[in-house]
């Protein structure tokens, strides 16, 4: 059988998690950071780690079968590689931003310098809009450009922001995009094998977004507790030793998991646990 060939960042924001949740998905990951591919024959895998910038171009062109990029990168790249879903890590905004104070609206863009590592997504951006501006483009440190000279106002990835407010710089006008790590295939194609990977990363962000409640509540108030809790298929009930009590099992949203717990105990549950999920298939 073939090896699925999966590019990896080997650098940067996403290179940690990446090789995190592949790992917890029940995959090999180098342990050295200048290992540069490494085999999975078990699993029928095969890891290459590269730039993420580069990826969704090794995806689109069929060298490789499936790719970890930022949603961003994979816009910027116009690579024929498409998002197959969102990893939940890497999450970022891609905003214009000028010197504090001086920018309200995108409409202020016209005739300026923007300066940007992201070519592609904001000449996309300004040509949809009908916007006449001119795009510099730099590596990175972008924020320094204005003080510089160089640009009038930069288009860049903020997160934290503050880089930007170290700058004396601020955002403005609207979000261009909203950006997370994301799986990428060659766009139409679902290469061999990729079911099941898809599968098992599935459910490493299924058991990271879900925990498991156990609780027991007296029978009589069963229907009540699993209005609450419904599950994903529906909640196990089961009877306790003691009369007329039941025992409740059902993977709750870990968001609001507190909540519910009060909400539970207020309707007459008791003995209310809350386990992690370390992986599932749903
Ligand atoms: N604070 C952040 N800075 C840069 N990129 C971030 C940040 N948070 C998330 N990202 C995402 O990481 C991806 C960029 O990764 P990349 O490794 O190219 O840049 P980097 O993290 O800035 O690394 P470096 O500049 O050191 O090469 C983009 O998808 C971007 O949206
Ligand atoms: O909003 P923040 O949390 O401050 O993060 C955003 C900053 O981080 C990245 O820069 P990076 O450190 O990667 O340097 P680079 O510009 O050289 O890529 C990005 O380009 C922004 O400058
Ligand atoms: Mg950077």
């Known amino acids: 059988m073939s090896l699925l060939r999966i590019a990896v960042p080997n650098k940067g924001s996403l290179s940690q998690a990446a090789s995190e949740i592949l790992r917890e998905s029940g995959y090999r990951q180098r ?56 990893l939940g890590f890497g999450r970022s905004r891609f905003r214009f931003a000028g010197p504090a104070g001086v920018y309200t609206s995108l409409a202020q863009l016209a005739g300026l310098r923007i300066a940007t590592s992201y070519v592609g997504v904001v000449r996309a951006f300004l040509e949809e809009r009908g916007i006449d501006a001119t795009v510099v483009r730099l590596d990175g440190a972008v924020e320094t450009s204005i003080q510089l000279g160089v640009a009038d106002v930069i288009a ?66 069963v229907a009540d507790a699993v209005r609450l809790t419904p599950g994903i298929e529906s909640p196990t009930v089961a009877p306790l030793h003691r009369e007329g009590w039941s025992a409740v099992r059902a993977m709750v949203p870990r968001a609001g998991a507190q909540r519910l717990m009060d909400e539970l105990f207020e309707i007459g549950a008791r003995g209310i646990l809350l386990t992690d999920i370390h992986a599932c298939r749903l």
């Open 31 to 86: 342990d050295d950071a200048k290992q540069l591919t490494l085999t999975d024959g078990e699993n029928s895998v095969e890891f290459f780690y590269l730039r993420p910038r580069d990826i969704a171009l090794y995806v689109g062109e069929g060298t490789l079968d499936v790719g970890i990029t930022g949603r961003d990168l994979l816009t910027d790249s116009g690579a024929k590689a498409e998002e197959v879903m969102g």
């Open 156 to 221: 860049d990835v903020v997160e934290t922001g503050s880089t930007l407010r170290q700058a004396g710089l601020e955002v403005f006008g609207d979000t261009i995009l909203e950006s997370e790590a994301v799986l990428v295939t060659r766009t139409g194609a679902v290469p061999e094998g990729f079911e099941v990977f898809k599968r098992r990363v599935d459910g490493v962000l299924v058991a990271r977004s879900y925990v498991m409640m156990d609780y027991d509540i007296p029978t009589d108030r």
